[in-house]
């Protein structure tokens, strides 16, 4: 087995077909500081860093702003951005090393270097792996995206993506990002706290499409409360950079407005990452977005050449990733590996936290199905009351005829944890009534979800 790409979807899969017996090698030209490093986007310049950064800058803002509530009294407050920079490269740099750790443990041959596919050879296929050429019957393509380039704004100087985001040596005064998905709010959410101006730039006519119309409702609120500047509708003509920062001129309800900042992050989505890997001169399949065709084993149109994680679409989301690693590997030694699409869970890491996973409301309506759902609200909790945070609220989703879970929206502290127990509901097919007759600890967060399902079903016991 040689897997290309050494991101959540490839490490992952290495080392499940280690586990499975596998003669397994791993191929990764990622490098982070000029030298190699496993764990792709997410682990280097994505997931972890960006949720290092989220909890210091929350913390940050807790202690300016939150703890004389609980009678903790601070003085001279102070920030030294370069040492909170410095630990979210530590946490990165365990966990990166973490990897290469349990590559050893499981005797997976880690190579260093781009991997591209050069020719079949009867049953096996020959890989250019840094260099050096590397037969094995089974190639897992795991190449993952990159940040998609506004081509009004290309990447450089004071326009970031993701990693540059995650870099700045100073909090910008005013900070411009285009796009307001789950990166542009989680970043600039960071640099708010830490004291920069945001403006959000969307060119869709609202937040979050994606969600609950209610999540996405409640969560605009708790942001533009916070002093995010959203703008939605918006229609970028003209990017400009000069010595002092990037001049953006948009239209926007059919007024031409110019908007100043020091930095300018651009998040407007990911695109395949396909660079390198030989796919015209070996003909491999890939549809008119440049993503990767597999069928629903994650078969390319090559014998033997397989394709998981953001390479072949879907949710760009490392959870989903490493669910096919692990189910392709379990496939090809014979085994029944499985993904679940209808269950995976979505989270954005923002203060408060947005998680969802299954239907939303509309959705289930639209799919012709006779809905009841149920809301409960953190204000009415104990543990939340507290904590001194009792924003937002937790939606069931259920089947009014079947009373089947559909899906489980929320907004609030710590729902990032709180959705995991709704996900396995929903894998086994269960109901609200299995989830509210469920005992929940006292005092906890989760007893919100309980009594939403108890709602659902027009029975909360707190409300």
Not at 85 to 108: C, E, H, M, P, Q
Not at 413 to 431: H, K
């Amino acid at each position: 087995m040689l897997v290309i790409g050494g991101g959540p979807a490839g490490y992952v899969a290495a080392i499940r077909a280690a586990q499975l017996g596998f003669k397994t090698a791993c191929v990764d030209d990622f490098t982070r500081d000029g030298k190699p490093s496993l764990g792709g986007t997410c682990l280097n310049v994505g997931c972890i860093p960006s949720k290092a950064m989220l909890d210091s800058s929350e913390k940050f803002e807790m202690i300016a702003h939150d703890v004389a509530d609980h009678g903790i009294m601070v003085d001279g407050l102070k920030m030294d951005l370069g040492k909170m920079l410095s630990r979210k490269t530590g946490v990165v740099d365990k966990l990166t090393g973490g990897i290469a750790y349990l590559f050893k443990k499981n005797k997976i041959t880690s190579i260093a270097g781009l991997g591209k596919l050069v020719r079949a050879d009867g049953d096996e296929w020959i890989v250019d792996a840094a260099g050096t050429e590397v037969k094995a019957k089974n190639v897992i393509v795991a190449t993952g995206s990159s940040p998609r380039e506004l081509p009004l704004a290309p990447f450089g100087g004071h326009v970031v993506e993701n990693s540059g985001a995650l870099a700045f040596t100073e909090v910008p005064k005013k900070l411009g990002v285009i796009g307001a998905g789950v990166i542009g709010v989680e970043l600039g959410s960071v640099w708010r706290r830490l004291g920069a101006d945001v403006t959000i730039l969307e060119a869709l006519p609202g937040f979050l499409l994606a969600a609950d119309d209610a999540i996405a409702r409640e969560s605009l609120k708790q942001f533009k409360k916070q002093g995010l500047d959203f703008h939605f509708s918006v229609n970028i003509t003209k990017v400009e950079q000069t010595d002092a920062g990037v001049s953006v001129t948009y239209t926007e309800k059919e007024k031409e407005v110019t908007a100043q900042f020091d930095k300018l992050i651009v998040s407007i989505g990911r695109v395949p990452h396909t660079s390198g890997l030989g796919a015209d001169a070996v003909g491999l399949g890939l549809d008119e977005r440049g993503y990767v065709k597999v069928d629903s084993h994650y078969r390319t149109n090559l014998k033997g050449v397989y394709a998981i994680g953001d390479v072949i679409g879907g949710a760009m989301l490392a959870h989903k990733a490493e669910e096919e690693g692990v189910a392709l590997a379990e496939q090809l030694a014979g085994q029944a590996g499985h993904v679940n699409y209808d269950v995976i869970p979505w989270v954005i890491y923002t203060s408060p936290e947005i998680a969802w996973a299954g239907l939303t409301e509309k959705a289930a309506k639209d799919a012709g199905l006779n809905v009841k759902t149920g809301q409960f609200p953190f204000s009415a909790n104990g543990r939340a009351l507290g904590h001194g945070d009792p924003r937002g609220f937790v939606k069931v989703v259920a089947d009014a005829d079947t009373d089947k879970l559909l899906g489980v929206h929320m907004v609030g502290p710590n729902v990032s944890e709180l959705i995991g127990e709704t996900v396995a509901i929903m894998e086994f097919g269960g109901s609200s009534e299995d989830l509210a007759r469920t005992i929940h600890a006292h005092p906890t967060l989760s007893e919100v979800v309980k009594e939403a399902a108890l709602a659902a079903d027009k029975r909360a016991l707190h409300m």
